[in-house]
């Protein structure tokens, strides 16, 4: 099973580096792997790794798509730490499958009804970057998966790939970092979650090489299939359990 970390925490320096929804194979095995709850506590902090090395690599940032999003993810943080208070760990297991699933059938929409002939840089509509930022908030906070979440909001506002990946690598940096004193608050910090913690950060870094490494290789179709794929598997493997 540590092998099985280990290269789940290679997959989220992936992640940050190329692949954003990737990240979601390594929710589902952590969350597998140990108490559901506890995992979405020693993911968030290998997260924050992974977010402060893409930080430093992609330097292009959208900041007024940033800002639009803020006052609606405080209260989806908020209610997502309500909600991990007051359920078990089954439940959760459950909810981070069914929210993992409901992100990909949202990715297939916007696929199905994107035009070619909409205009770049579209900026979205303030309600709908308070619906996107209170839903990312929310399955961040309960399930570290906002991932599918905020793709479809870059990909509503037309940014190119290099400042789509820095927006959202920036996004998640203040999101995650916001989210400790709340999963402190709720006591999913453990000990052995530290030592894991420390013990994986080597393949993290490995994984943001690698990603950097692959990014440039791409085609956007393949970018969202795989993106897709991985979330879908990652929800099966939840919600089969």
Do not use: C
Not at 100 to 114: C, E, F, G, I, K
Request: glycine share 8%; charged share 15%.
């Amino acid at each position: 099973m540590l092998l099985a970390l280990a290269a789940s925490a290679v997959v989220i320096g992936f992640s940050k580096t190329s692949f954003g929804g990737i990240a979601a194979i390594s929710v589902a095995v952590f969350a597998l792997a140990m108490p559901a709850k506890e995992s979405t506590a020693t993911v968030l902090l290998l997260l924050i790794v992974g977010d402060m090395i893409a930080i430093t690599r992609y330097r292009k940032v959208s900041w007024r798509l940033l800002w639009k999003l803020v006052p609606g993810v405080v209260p989806g943080l908020l209610l997502g730490a309500l909600f991990m208070n007051v359920v078990d760990d089954v439940v959760m297991r459950r909810t981070i499958g069914a929210l993992l699933l409901a992100m990909v059938a949202l990715q297939l929409w916007q696929r199905l009804r994107r035009r070619a002939e909409e205009p770049e840089n579209t900026d979205p509509h303030w309600v709908r970057a308070g619906v996107t930022g209170t839903a990312a908030g929310f399955t961040t906070m309960t399930a570290n998966a906002a991932g599918p979440v905020m793709a479809l909001y870059f990909l509503a506002a037309r940014i190119d790939k290099a400042r789509f990946i820095g927006t959202n690598a920036w996004f998640f940096a203040l999101v995650n970092l916001s989210k400790v004193p709340l999963a402190a608050s709720l006591g999913l910090f453990t000990v052995e979650g530290l030592v894991l913690d420390l013990a994986l950060v080597p393949a993290v870094l490995l994984g943001a090489w690698l990603g950097t490494w692959v990014i440039g290789r791409v085609s956007q179709r393949q970018f969202e299939v795989v993106t897709m794929a991985a979330s879908a598997i990652s929800a099966a493997s939840l919600l089969l359990r």
